[in-house]
């Protein structure tokens, strides 16, 4: 029986990482979260549901098996980067909360140099797959990264760092489309917009973890902000979201098999927002991590919904 992981502060120890990495390994995996693979499905789930929509008869209307595989390795390398690049921009504040003080930079395993030289490099894989892509494509992915190298500091400014990572961690929406059809129509982003609405869920949950070290560091967030409305502003914000993709939907030609099967994604984000406890970090970070369930449900509808549309699409 595989022996599971403890935790100190939000860093798993004893879990595979620990066992199967060489000790100089260790604080590079334990910066890109690659134990903790929830992350990379937030980031990937934009991008396969977008690919999904714009399959067209060069597929069969079947999602492009290779541009999953690169949006696979894309979302792991990117979402890798944006951890280390956010551990770069927050060690101080890392090393003040109890979640992250644990982290490698903040802790002191890592220097910020190693740290850095360790981005370049991830950064330099995430280019190979990117002008693997469409020229379109290309472009589309370029303009992304203002976005990505502001998100870190989002957090000093406002109460709602949660909004700039909805429109950052979304991209993925765009990006699927431009790389099946080297264009974007009004599918695609309406798509990227219902994204943005499950990102303020999904993290808005998520920052619940940390409200209490967030109000004594001075770190802002949607958990602070909504305080007891907390609830309620989620149902707004998956209603939101599913009406949005529906109309993508809709806009794309998808059949009516898919707006049945959406009740799959939608039931499933009701019953979190419902049972959701905000102040029980155990059942914050499981709601959180359960969206990866919620992305295949809605996955599986895109595809159906498209493969059944067939020509009728188009």
């Not at 991008?47 to 999904?52: D, L, Q, V």
């Not at 190693?114 to 990117?130: C, E, P, R, T, W």
Request: aromatic letters at 12%; a neutral charge.
């Amino acid at each position: 029986m595989a022996r599971s992981a403890e935790l100190i502060g939000d860093m798993p120890v004893g879990g595979w990482v620990d066992r199967m990495l060489p000790a100089p390994l260790l604080p590079y995996a334990k910066l890109t979260r690659i134990d903790r693979p929830i992350g990379c499905w937030l980031l990937l789930w934009p991008c396969w549901w977008s690919t999904a929509m714009a399959a067209d008869a060069s597929t069969a209307y079947l999602p492009d098996p290779v541009l999953l595989i690169l949006f696979l390795i894309g979302s792991v390398v990117m979402r890798s980067a944006g951890c280390a690049f956010n551990d770069i921009v927050d060690k101080d504040f890392d090393a003040k909360v109890a979640r992250t003080a644990a982290r490698p930079i903040a802790s002191g395993a890592l220097s910020r140099a190693q740290a850095i030289l360790f981005l370049i490099g991830l950064g330099l894989i995430g280019l190979a797959v990117l002008v693997s892509l469409n020229t379109f494509a290309i472009v589309v992915g370029l303009c992304s990264l203002p976005l990505v190298f502001t998100y870190p500091f989002m957090k000093r400014i406002t109460y709602w760092p949660q909004a700039w990572l909805g429109i950052t961690f979304t991209y993925g929406a765009l990006m699927g489309w431009a790389g099946v059809r080297g264009e974007l129509d009004v599918a695609a982003f309406a798509l990227y917009a219902g994204c943005f609405f499950w990102t303020l869920h999904y993290d808005t949950v998520y920052a619940h973890q940390d409200k209490e070290d967030d109000l004594i560091v001075g770190v802002k967030s949607s958990a602070l902000a909504l305080g007891d409305k907390t609830r309620p502003a989620l149902l707004v914000f998956i209603s939101l979201f599913m009406g949005l993709v529906a109309l993508s939907g809709w806009l794309a030609g998808l059949h009516w098999a898919f707006f049945v099967l959406l009740a799959l994604p939608a039931g499933h984000l009701l019953w979190q927002t419902l049972t959701v406890s905000f102040n029980d970090t155990a059942n914050c970070l499981a709601t959180f991590k359960s969206n990866r369930h919620m992305g295949w449900m809605l996955f599986v509808a895109i595809v159906v919904g498209r493969v059944l549309a067939g020509d009728g699409s188009v």
